[in-house]
């Protein structure tokens, strides 16, 4: 258990970091930071909006213009980045306990998962950037065609709530990397993290102005980010009704690049001839309750066919126990708290509208440890799920599981892909010809066969249809944050 001594020895800053220097908002409205752990008031948060905007985003553009980053070698860039993943893991205690206490999430996988991932992305875009090569394209002999990446600009970066390092690393390592400078708005319900990421992104040699952090609302402070004229790029993360909002302003404003990760209804598909059950059964469960189940890519509708059906739930109800919710700052603890009061009592809502619609609640359904003043909510398992009900069809965002049926893979590819969302799916059969034929089926980013946790930061992240526009993570990540610009060079040849 993490003492009360190590939690009062944090010392949280909600000032907004801007320019290299943490101020409060221009207005000095905070707002208040509350634990979902258990209720407690952590610290008042700046509460910033179009003035520190305006500031934040004025300093990333004078960094950017007199080239005090993106000027340097790409091997200094680099080295610089390395440092500030190293800076993560050097405070990596102190980082993944304001995680938990910001946001619930058990304190362990705050350590081992957020911070180590956060950390390893940013090393992973500094060691490319010195690696990359520029084109020449294969013209005619009369002319030489350099097809070269520059940085973009100023990077406007908003983030959600459920991984905030990580989300956030996806999108400033690379856009840091490139050269760009960066605006980051994390979420209100988890704004700590960021602006610390930020202190030790200095610490770390990143210039004054290059990284800076506006903690607020999203209509007051994210809205202006997106419809700033001055940014270049807008890369969100977070539902996809903001989604849609955020290409509208982008478009109102001045066409600025955006790029959008959303929200996901991924289906895991279990055929009977599933090569290995226990480890389908452990990946289903282990997946959809991590995290407290809020995952963009949760697989949160399990299809089992029929033949295996209950064999699989049988399993599957064994596992259930060892989810239990408790107290996220005990290292032991698997499942932590949900964000907040609103999250817990939308997921709660879910959870009625389950059972009204005539799905058979098989675990769960009661939040949990009341007493302690924080948000928690039992894993929960329905059964009898039709792909029409509104727990088969929207995000819910929380530990709960939809059981549905199929008989053959046409059926189920059929119900797989009647989804407005397309993140990631997964395939669970001996069979080779039936593994790849549903993968190319499926509409969806990622699929995963005979497992589900795999993850890496070499492979892209993002989804088809409405889960969102462009992708996170690989080599891939620098589109978004690159122009491509072609210069034509003429040469008449003397021999
Ligand atoms: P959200 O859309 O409510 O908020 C995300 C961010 O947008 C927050 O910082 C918020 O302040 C800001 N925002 C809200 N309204 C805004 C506005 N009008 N203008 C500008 N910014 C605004 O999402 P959330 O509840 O924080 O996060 C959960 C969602 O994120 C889920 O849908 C989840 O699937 C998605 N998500 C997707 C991925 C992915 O990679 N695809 C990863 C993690 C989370």
């Known amino acids: 258990m993490i003492t009360s001594d190590a939690v009062q020895a944090l ?33 008042q948060v700046a509460r910033c909006e179009q003035a520190d905007v305006d500031d934040a985003v004025a300093a990333a553009r004078a960094a950017f213009e007199d080239k005090r980053w993106r000027g340097k070698a790409p091997a200094q860039r680099k080295r610089i980045m390395i440092a500030f993943a190293d800076q993560l893991l050097q405070h ?12 619930g999430k058990p304190v362990k996988y705050a350590r081992s998962v957020d911070v180590n991932s956060a950390s390893n992305c940013l090393r992973w875009y500094g060691e490319a950037v010195d690696k990359i090569y520029d084109e020449i394209a294969p013209t005619a002999s009369t002319g030489l065609a350099l097809i070269q990446r520059e940085p973009v600009g100023v990077v406007g970066v908003i983030v959600p709530w459920n991984y905030p390092m990580i989300m956030a690393a996806w999108k400033i390592a690379p856009a840091l990397a490139a050269g760009n400078s960066v605006v980051l708005k994390p979420s209100e ?29 999203g209509p007051e402070a994210g809205s202006p980010l997106a419809l700033h004229m001055d940014v270049d790029c807008i890369a969100f993360t977070g539902s996809t ?37 226990d480890r389908a059964v452990e990946a289903a469960i282990g997946s959809i309750f991590f995290n407290q189940g809020e995952s963009c890519n949760a697989p949160s509708r399990l299809f089992v066919e029929a033949s295996i059906k209950d064999a699989f739930l049988e399993k599957a109800l064994a596992l259930v126990p060892g989810y239990a919710p408790a107290n996220p700052l005990d290292p032991s603890t698997v499942m932590g708290a949900i964000v907040d009061k609103t999250q817990l009592n939308s997921v709660l809502r879910y959870i009625e509208l389950g059972k009204s619609e005539g799905a058979r609640l098989l675990a769960g359904g009661e939040q949990a440890l009341i007493d302690t003043g924080g948000c928690y909510v039992q894993p929960t ?19 709960v599981l939809s059981v549905l049926s199929f ?49 890496d930061i070499t492979v892209p992240f993002g989804g088809y249809k ?15 944050y690159t122009e491509t610009k072609t210069t034509w060079i003429r040469i008449d040849s003397p021999v």
């Open 92 to 103: 990596a205690d102190e980082l993944a306990l304001t995680e938990t206490l910001d946001m």
């Open 11 to 43: 010392k949280l800053d909600g000032r907004a970091l801007i320019n290299g220097k943490r101020q409060a908002s221009k207005s000095g409205a905070t707002f208040d930071c509350i634990s979902p752990v258990d209720g407690r008031l952590l610290t």
């Open 381 to 399: 398992i329905f059964d009898g799920v039709k792909n029409e009900m509104a727990i088969a069809r929207e995000e819910i965002f929380g530990p």
């Open 241 to 277: 009704r903001v989604g849609k909002q955020i290409h509208v302003m982008a478009g109102q404003s001045n066409l600025k690049r955006a790029w959008t990760e959303l929200g996901g209804k991924s289906p895991n598909i279990v055929f009977a001839d599933c090569p290995n059950l």
């Open 466 to 480: 409405q889960s969102g526009v462009g992708r996170d993570k690989s080599l891939h990540a620098f589109d978004k």
């Open 407 to 455: 008989t053959d893979a046409a059926d189920v590819v059929r119900q797989a892909n009647a989804s407005v969302y397309g993140l990631q799916a997964a395939v669970w059969t001996r069979d080779i010809n039936k593994a790849h034929g549903v993968a190319r089926a499926l509409r969806v980013g990622t699929v995963h066969v005979n497992q589900y946790d795999e993850d």
């Open 189 to 217: 319900k988890s704004p700590l993290t960021a602006l610390r990421l930020a202190e030790l992104a200095l610490e770390a040699g990143i210039p004054p102005g290059v990284f800076n952090v506006v903690p607020g609302f």
